[in-house]
């Protein structure tokens, strides 16, 4: 079965970087990696799911939540099944369980979650 894996979660000091890796597993021959998009969520508590990232499964076309722009990359690498958020200038607000999302329309209604990593910004 498919299965995401994040990892690089942790506490950091407002304006301090951290770099999110999400490796996959488990994709069916005919349905492999590089053909999903790949996205980044995160939910802080007591708000809704929100949007951070997401890239293409080409990796050419990017997206990003606007309170990240400029401050967040992703980026993926199909030959490794794993998908990447640098996060630099973290601020307070940034502070959620971030979760890897893996999703294929075409044809499909196929969409997995990784179990979330915790990013927590604080002094």
């Known amino acids: 079965q498919v299965q995401l894996v994040e990892s690089g979660g942790g506490l950091v000091q407002p304006g301090g970087s951290l770099r999110l890796s999400c490796v996959a597993s488990g994709f069916p021959f005919g349905f492999p990696f590089s053909t999903y998009a790949m996205n980044w969520y995160r939910q802080a508590p007591g708000k809704e799911r929100e949007l951070v990232a997401g890239i293409i499964s080409a990796g050419g076309y990017t997206n990003y939540a606007d309170s990240v722009k400029g401050r967040f990359t992703i980026s993926r690498d199909n030959a490794e099944n794993a998908v990447y958020l640098q996060m630099n200038s973290l601020k307070p607000e940034d502070t959620a369980v971030y979760y890897c999302?893996?999703?294929?329309?075409?044809?499909?209604?196929?969409?997995?979650w990784g179990q979330g990593t915790q990013v927590t910004v604080s002094s």
């Open positions: 999302n893996a999703r294929r329309r075409h044809f499909t209604n196929y969409t997995y």
